[in-house]
């Protein structure tokens, strides 16, 4: 008898000790497959060229600048020789109100400007301005880095975009505001070393194909650069960055969505793969769901 009551107090003890370690686990915020497909629309605009995402501001970092406007192919350091000129792409190019200061004190050049688009796919406008200190590898401030292109060694920029932008997947208001770093411009050097970090906030709406939905969020999501390099021989010989970029970007991410007057707030981590090929690999931390992205249009496929 005693023997029979050690063993149920044994096996009792397990499960309660066996319910206490399921408790733990449940208490971990669940996700839905929704909330992960909806998590990877954010950051894949976040990320792409054509919806002002991470990818546009390189664009503009490496641009040619003066007080006549910006030009982003025939005289960068690292495009100077594109087959393809990127001033064709969607809302690049064609800038409305554009102004540029230089403050010598500082060797800053400011740089602001409307961008705005009507296609068949994309419609986007928005505000954008840019800040720049260009220097030759004397560390030397450049004043006209149009006219001395060749002399630029690093470029220290801050990129802040506000606007909208509407696709057949997406729609979106946002801010988002880069802080790079590039080094290794000129001739001496293959390789284009860039760090630096992305902020950004603001609210989606996405339709879900294969869910027959659509689910609408507001975000806050920073990203940190991790190893990024450009190679510059395959960026002329391409004629875009995306395809010359790689290195890893590390994220953080929050979504809060509204219903009813109820809000429900998810918290992701995870990485970015710049894989060189013109996309990246998103994957979640603790999730085992990986998405590939497109990283000039930010499309997202499994």
Known sequence: MKTTQKLLIT????????????TVNSSEPEISEEELEIAGEIIGASLS?????????VYDAFSSISQSGISYSGSNLTMQNMANDPGNGPGRGGERNFSADYN?????????????????????????????VFTDINSEFLAFPRRDNDMIETIDYKGMRT???????????????????????????????????????????????????????????QFDFQNIQIDKAIVRENGNLEEGITGLIT??????KTTNGD????????????TGDGTALLRFNRFRKTFRIAMRDGSVTD
């Not at 096996?11 to 399921?22: E, I, V």
């Not at 994220?251 to 809060?256: A, K, P, R, S, T």
């Open 11 to 22: 096996l009792s003890a397990a499960a309660l000790l066996f319910y206490g370690c399921n």
């Open 49 to 57: 060229e054509e919806q002002d995402g991470v990818l546009s501001s």
């Open 104 to 132: 010598p004190e500082t060797g800053e050049h400011i740089v602001s400007f409307d961008r705005s688009f009507d296609g068949p796919n994309l419609t986007k406008s928005l505000s954008v301005l840019n800040k720049y």
């Open 163 to 221: 606007g909208s932008f509407e696709t057949e997947r997406r729609t979106s208001s946002f801010t988002r505001i880069d802080t790079m770093f590039a080094s290794g411009l000129s001739d001496e050097s293959a390789i284009l070393t860039l760090d630096g970090k992305h902020n950004g906030s603001g609210q989606m709406t996405v339709t879900l194909p294969r869910m027959d939905r659509s689910g609408e969020r507001t975000f806050d999501v």
């Open 251 to 256: 994220y953080n991410m929050q979504m809060v």
């Open 263 to 274: 809000t429900t707030e998810r918290s992701l981590t995870g990485t970015i793969e710049l």
